[in-house]
């Protein structure tokens, strides 16, 4: 009876191996005959400001045209970035989302725009992001990608509408302007999360307060799952806060860096055009 038992474990063991190995052709196979709709999915919740996501080696230049389409978000990409994408979540916050799709390796500026809310409340909300490989902001090549726009058209294929391409100026006057845009946004971008940081200990005040009455045991353990989301969503808040702070200092030190190279250009130049002229005059 033990041998029974033996060799029937060593056929499961040797299913299981067999298995294994034929795994990723019989999952290449499958999705060879999935349609790129079933592969790819990209969810944007505008009442819950959250987006979900599924991809499967998506081409980079799909995924952000469908990002901007349904967040209607515009988002300048350069044009040389040539890589797939893949990654699955569901209902994190836009800015999340959009940070973890392109991954640590693809560098991103977010810009934000502040409005008033139906209570007069103020409120932030993305606007742009731009999207290039590490230390090429400047150099970049732009195509972009305006989904409030072409929402307003009420388009339905964002892949086949013509997309402006632009290039960003490396004048120092530009970069100059650069620079104080990029600093405006940071200090926008620190309100923003202050005041969401705000709006989330405010609402766990009042939840203590709740708690501090003569509750049933039905409503405490609802006050206190309440509770526990705040302190969920506030970690998030402040672990973003701190990715898209960083990303966007380490964007503002490149244009500062920037600025100076070009500075030292132009006094080249200059002093190149004295000497010229004094050889001249001799």
């Given at each position: 009876?033990?041998?029974?038992?033996?060799?029937?474990?060593?056929?499961?063991?040797?299913?299981?191996?067999?298995?294994?190995?034929?795994?990723?052709?019989?999952?290449?196979?499958?999705?060879?005959?999935?349609?790129?709709?079933?592969?790819?999915?990209?969810?944007?919740?505008?009442?819950?400001?959250?987006?979900?996501?599924?991809?499967?080696?998506?081409?980079?230049?799909?995924?952000?045209?469908?990002?901007?389409?349904?967040?209607?978000?515009?988002?300048?990409?350069?044009?040389?970035?040539?890589?797939?994408?893949?990654?699955?979540?569901?209902?994190?916050?836009?800015?999340?989302?959009?940070?973890?799709?392109?991954?640590?390796?693809?560098?991103?500026?977010?810009?934000?725009?502040?409005?008033?809310?139906?209570?007069?409340?103020?409120?932030?909300?993305?606007?742009?992001?731009?999207?290039?490989?590490?230390?090429?902001?400047?150099?970049?090549?732009?195509?972009?990608?305006?989904?409030?726009?072409?929402?307003?058209?009420?388009?339905?294929?964002?892949?086949?509408?013509?997309?402006e391409t632009v290039r960003m100026p490396v004048t120092p006057g530009?970069?100059?302007?650069?620079?104080?845009?990029?600093?405006?946004?940071?200090?926008?971008?620190?309100?923003?999360?202050?005041?969401?940081?705000?709006?989330?200990?405010?609402?766990?005040?009042?939840?203590?307060?709740?708690?501090?009455?003569?509750?049933?045991?039905?409503?405490?353990?609802?006050?206190?799952?309440?509770?526990?989301?705040?302190?969920?969503?506030?970690?998030?808040?402040?672990?973003?806060?701190?990715?898209?702070?960083?990303?966007?200092?380490?964007?503002?030190?490149?244009?500062?860096?920037?600025?100076?190279?070009?500075?030292?250009?132009?006094?080249?130049?200059?002093?190149?055009?004295?000497?010229?002229?004094?050889?001249?005059?001799?």
């Amino acid at each position: 009876m033990n041998a029974c038992r033996l060799t029937s474990f060593n056929m499961k063991m040797a299913l299981a191996m067999a298995s294994f190995f034929l795994l990723p052709f019989s999952v290449r196979a499958d999705t060879d005959n999935v349609s790129s709709s079933e592969m790819h999915m990209i969810e944007f919740d505008k009442a819950e400001y959250t987006l979900s996501v599924r991809l499967i080696n998506a081409d980079i230049s799909d995924v952000v045209a469908e990002l901007s389409k349904v967040a209607g978000i515009k988002i300048f990409l350069d044009e040389s970035m040539n890589r797939t994408i893949s990654s699955s979540f569901r209902n994190v916050s836009l800015e999340t989302g959009i940070k973890r799709v392109l991954g640590p390796e693809i560098s991103s500026a977010f810009v934000f725009v502040r409005y008033a809310d139906s209570s007069g409340k103020e409120n932030y909300r993305l606007d742009t992001v731009k999207i290039f490989d590490s230390g090429k902001m400047l150099s970049a090549n732009f195509i972009i990608f305006d989904g409030s726009t072409e929402q307003e058209r009420g388009a339905k294929d964002i892949f086949s509408q013509p997309h402006e391409t632009v290039r960003m100026p490396v004048t120092p006057g530009a970069i100059r302007h650069e620079i104080g845009m990029a600093r405006k946004n940071l200090g926008m971008i620190r309100r923003k999360y202050e005041a969401e940081t705000t709006n989330i200990k405010a609402g766990m005040a009042r939840i203590r307060m709740e708690l501090s009455k003569n509750l049933s045991p039905q409503e405490r353990e609802e006050h206190i799952r309440k509770l526990r989301y705040h302190r969920q969503n506030l970690a998030k808040i402040r672990q973003m806060s701190v990715r898209i702070t960083t990303d966007e200092e380490k964007n503002l030190r490149e244009l500062i860096e920037a600025e100076a190279k070009a500075g030292d250009r132009r006094k080249f130049a200059e002093r190149q055009r004295v000497s010229e002229k004094q050889k001249r005059s001799e």
